[in-house]
DNA sequence: TTGTAACGGTCTAATATGTAACTATCAAGG
DNA sequence: CCTTGATAGTTACATATTAGACCGTTACAA
């Protein structure tokens, strides 16, 4: 009995997982500096406006330690700003500077464009099995059940 | 202008190859005490046989040292063993012995069962559309000139 | 031969990540 | 009020991972 491994799902995965990064993370590492871990916080903040750390941790399925890191770096770089709640002192409302939004306007596009431009290398029909089998697995396995209880990955 | 973080092809395969990798990793895990990288190299040892350690390396795209101290758990488990070739005295020849070729045939039922039972709840027809949609994705980015280039990832 | 470049593999030092402890705050009950 | 237990977030320590130096080979051209 012989289980070959490059047909096996997770295996297939972690290589094109990383593959994808490591693609899509030129535009974001090379011209803006950012780590991964901090990209992701920052395209959440961009995309959602005001959040808290737990949020961000939360959809971006980050450990937390790794969002607090991130979060600490994008302030470096005066791309956001926090405030504590006063209705609820623990909590620290995350938000983009004008700086950050300007860095977001500008990199947001890369990003896209390198999303677009591997879709119609795929091809129509390819895109859409791809899309089509990723969704259905995302249901079976990151339902918000799943998702809210492991959320320590990368 | 904005990136929906959810549908960003890169985030979606992290997840998933997170989720993938922690579900499977029950089996070996828990009842062989084999981490992700010992799997891997095992597994492809059981698969194909004899190997040199920069055959593991490339075939499970993992980064040299990793398989070093993979190598070298699983030899004090006493699941390989090592000789060094004799026409090239740089060069050593893995395989597993007896002992390691039983977990194998154990393991490896163990790990299809997990991956059929995914499959059979995903249904025949989004399989189908993920299996071609990640041979699509594996011919544009893992095709072996890539993947020779690329070695280092997990 | 010998010098030089390349290779297989390991070891070391720097980075990145996760675990668990800690601070500060809040909420609810006595 | 005061205690107990939970939550938000940071920090310190332990672990895991990577990059790069390193050693012993081999290949091959001069």
């Known amino acids: 009995m012989t289980l070959v491994l490059e047909e096996f799902l997770p ?3 972690n290589r094109l997982a990383e593959a994808l990064s490591r693609n899509a993370s030129i535009a974001y590492k090379t011209e803006y500096g950012l780590t991964r871990p901090e ?6 903040l961009g995309q959602k406006g005001t959040m808290t750390a737990t ?11 790794k969002v607090s890191r991130a979060i600490f770096a994008l302030e470096q770089k005066r791309w956001l700003v926090r405030e504590v709640d006063e209705n609820d002192r623990r909590l620290e409302r995350i938000s983009l500077t004008e700086q950050g939004k300007r860095a977001y306007e500008s990199l947001v596009p890369k990003m896209q ?7 119609s290398s795929l091809g129509k029909e ?5 899309f089509k089998g ?6 079976l396995y990151l339902d918000e059940k799943t998702a809210s209880r492991s959320r320590k990955a990368d």
Do not use: Q
Not at 113 to 119: G, P
Not at 126 to 130: D, G, K, M, R, V
């Open 11 to 13: 295996y297939r995965f």
């Open 39 to 44: 990209w992701r916080a920052f395209a959440l």
């Open 55 to 65: 949020e961000i941790s939360y959809f971006s399925t980050m450990h937390k330690t």
């Open 113 to 119: 464009r390198v999303e677009s431009e591997l879709i």
């Open 126 to 130: 390819n895109s859409e099995a791809l």
């Open 134 to 139: 990723l969704t259905a697995l995302e249901e």
